[in-house]
């Protein structure tokens, strides 16, 4: 059983298309975030949610619109999609409680490789 | 906030040797978490291993072990024995103190290319 899936892997699209990113996770955390991985893979924060509320909303252009309809699904909904936009999104989930034996850890997903052309 | 430094942007070892992957961070918080992540070049996170600020001892997971340097605030990940399927990028990360409703993730450094050569 997948921990945290999303899909699709890859999406290759055209300039000023509008496309989603679906992420699910079975282990019963309460955040979820999305993650950007850059073409030199850097990793940077996009956006986490705390049982359905938006807690982190970093500087991510408004084209950009997550959505979390329970605490195990986070979608990203991307409109108008740029050159720029090409990278590869990472969803990922984790238990942030600060009770005993909880880390912080980020579980991931196996990343979306998005291609604008 | 956090900030993660990993000074290495690529290191080439020969197999069966240890290699060190330098870390550094910086934080005000008085209790944070640090973590090594390893990306094959098939894309996906893997956790290796985690060190908490009031952990005493270096953790260990395996051929993985965390030199943990609090006063430095260094967190080096040692790697013993290298083997050839332990190229990839990898990367530090840490978190700051949990808060209360709070959903900060990891902070990420830029990572480092490790290539183990026969």
């Known amino acids: ?117 | 906030a956090q900030k993660i430094t990993q000074t290495q942007p690529g290191m080439f070892v020969q197999e069966k040797e240890a290699v060190t992957l330098d870390c550094t961070y910086d934080t005000s918080d008085q209790s944070y978490g640090l973590f090594w992540y390893k990306q094959p070049s098939s894309g996906e996170m893997i956790f290796l291993i985690y060190q908490g600020s009031y952990d005493e001892q270096n953790a260990t997971e395996g051929r993985y072990s965390l030199n943990f340097q609090k006063a430095r605030k260094s967190a080096n990940l040692v790697i013993s024995a290298s083997q050839l399927g332990d190229s990839a990028m990898y990367f530090c990360a840490m978190r700051g103190e949990f808060k209360r409703g709070g959903a900060d993730g990891l902070t990420f450094g830029k990572g480092t290319h490790l290539i183990i050569q026969p």
Request: with cysteine.
């Open chain 1, 1 to 117: 059983d997948t921990a945290v899936s999303q899909t699709p892997k890859y999406l290759v699209t055209q300039m000023g298309n509008d496309k989603s990113i679906k992420c699910e996770q079975n282990l019963g955390h309460d955040t979820m975030y999305w993650y950007k991985q850059d073409s030199k893979k850097f990793l940077k924060i996009m956006f986490s949610y705390n049982n359905k509320e938006l807690i982190i909303n970093e500087t991510v252009p408004n084209r950009f619109s997550p959505k979390s309809p329970d605490k195990a699904h986070l979608n990203l909904h991307i409109n108008s999609l740029e050159l720029g936009d090409s990278a590869v999104y990472f969803c990922a989930s984790s238990q942030d409680r600060g009770l005993a034996g909880e880390t912080g850890e980020l579980f991931f997903g196996e990343g979306s490789r998005l291609t604008v052309l």
